[in-house]
């Protein structure tokens, strides 16, 4: 079936705005995960949701962020008042993984690349 | 189809060894790779990020290393410390006309006893 998409795959914004950025997970995948990716650096986890299980919102860089997540379904992260600081690829990836099991392989959608003037 | 492997699957040493963590993958077409660690029911940590054309990266007591032509990749930590203790998780990324599709080995599970 269809891998994760993601939308949009573009956003440009004013400092100061505040954005949606939507992960459409692989269908029946419990695990989703949402990274964030600066230019030239490596991917930093964001937010991690399994099945109806709470969140692990350890990764997120200040109350700015959220997401949220439906069910086994579409995901949202919202940037609220944007920095520059934020500019970066936003990925979302999502797995069969169970119980925390890491056996599954995590498949990214194809992000979105945020920029923030 | 990529496959990356990762040995030993757990490891036990005592705090103040160094050790290395071995990452092999099947196809050398990577455009990255990248380790990663996992705490117990947490997210992942990126710790090191290779692009294809490097051989190798360091941070603090981490250096990690990369062979493409053999498909090899070793994660080497100095000087190990009880909080060190994490599964650790190399993942390659294939080549950008593939998607970003990122390929995750099983881990290894290291403890570092005090």
């Known amino acids: 079936g269809a891998g994760v998409s993601q939308s949009p795959s573009n956003k440009v914004t004013e400092k100061g705005k505040d954005v949606e950025l939507r992960c459409d997970p692989i269908?029946?995948?419990?695990?989703l995960y949402w990274y964030r990716q600066r230019l030239g650096q490596g991917l930093e986890f964001l937010i991690y949701?399994?099945?109806?299980?709470?969140?692990?919102k350890s990764g997120l860089p200040s109350d700015r962020f959220s997401a949220e997540r439906t069910g086994e379904s579409v995901s949202t992260l919202t940037i609220q008042r944007t920095q520059q600081e934020d500019s970066a690829v936003y990925l979302c990836a999502s797995s069969s993984s169970r119980g925390g099991s890491l056996q599954e392989t995590q498949y990214f959608g194809p992000g979105t690349r945020l920029l923030v003037l | 189809k990529q496959e990356v492997t990762q040995i030993p699957a757990a490891l036990s040493v005592p705090e103040g060894e160094n050790l290395v963590l071995n990452c092999s993958f099947t196809d050398s077409a990577i455009y990255n790779l990248q380790w990663f660690r996992q705490d117990p029911g947490k997210g992942l940590t990126s710790l090191l990020l290779?692009?294809?054309?490097?051989r190798e990266q360091t941070s603090g007591r981490l250096n990690a290393s990369l062979d493409k032509s053999s498909g090899r990749s070793t994660l080497y930590i100095a000087a190990s410390q009880p909080g060190d203790s994490a599964t650790y998780l190399c993942a390659v990324r294939t080549v950008p006309t593939g998607g970003f599709k990122t390929i995750f080995g099983a881990g290894t599970r290291l403890f570092v006893k005090a």
């Open positions: 949701f399994q099945g109806n299980s709470a969140p692990d």
């Open positions: 290779i692009q294809s054309s490097q």
């Open positions: 269908s029946g995948h419990t695990a």
